[in-house]
């Protein structure tokens, strides 16, 4: 069955101190994933997105993802997290073909002054 | 207006009333899609209109009922609902092509239901 696991519920940082945000996914296609973050009171905004090619890619907001077939993982990493980073991250799978995305249930993210 | 834009913003009603949630995209986009996204839960994809016809509807009960009269808009209409409907509904919007690409999401209606 075709699903995205992030295992970390809730994740708290010092401000300044690198983050690493897990994700893990099970599908049959190669996949396209996406990593989305979420203020509170507001929509999904896109971090960063892996089609092909280098299996590192960087997106907004200093955050880069790092696609491993091996391990079916797709972290998420900053080295040094704001303040501002304090929100809540979505992992994404989805695949040619489909307009179906299907989303982990999210980490939150605390950023301790 | 830029992006996604979603009205209202709040919504309290009861199980009698009927609303609409109103979507709107300024991105040129061709497909657009409702989310419902609960405490605690995966966001769970409720409906997909591509180029204006539904082409996903994901066991949505018949009390909500979607509407998308042209490629820049989107409604979905509420009625009896009950109180696990409560939640927040995204609205997004994706140019469909030979991929999955980007979907870009409003910033919801955060809805009670009493």
């Known amino acids: 069955a075709q699903s995205v696991t992030q295992p970390d519920i809730h994740i708290t940082v010092s401000e300044g101190a690198s983050l690493e945000l897990r994700c893990n996914y099970s599908?049959?296609?190669?996949?396209?994933l996406f990593w989305y973050v979420q203020s509170p009171g507001q929509g999904l905004q896109l971090l960063l997105k892996?089609?092909?090619?280098?299996?590192l890619v960087q997106g907004i907001k200093g955050f880069e993802a790092e696609f491993k077939r091996s391990q079916s993982s797709f972290n998420l990493r900053k080295p040094s997290v704001h303040w501002s980073d304090a929100a809540e991250y979505f992992c994404?799978?989805?695949?040619?073909?489909?307009?179906?995305?299907?989303f982990g249930t999210g980490t939150r993210l605390k950023v301790l002054a | 207006e830029t992006g996604v834009t979603q009205t209202p913003r709040h919504l309290v009603m009861g199980m009698t009333n009927k609303k609409s949630l109103k979507c709107e995209q300024h991105?040129?986009?061709?497909?657009m899609y409702w989310y419902k996204q609960s405490a605690k839960k995966p966001l769970e994809l409720m409906f997909v209109?591509?180029?204006?016809?539904?082409?996903e509807n994901n066991s949505v009960p018949s009390r909500f009922s979607p509407e998308c009269p042209n490629s820049s808009h989107l409604f979905l209409h509420l009625h009896t609902l009950q109180p696990e409907d409560s939640a927040l509904y995204l609205c997004?919007?994706?140019?469909?092509?030979?991929?999955?690409?980007?979907?870009?999401f409003g910033p919801g209606t955060r809805l009670t239901v009493l």
């Open positions: 994404a799978v989805g695949a040619s073909g489909t307009y179906k995305y299907i």
């Open positions: 599908y049959g296609a190669t996949p396209y």
């Open positions: 997004a919007s994706s140019q469909e092509g030979r991929g999955p690409n980007e979907q870009f």
């Open positions: 892996y089609f092909s090619g280098d299996t």
């Open positions: 991105l040129g986009h061709n497909a």
């Open positions: 209109y591509s180029l204006e016809e539904r082409v």
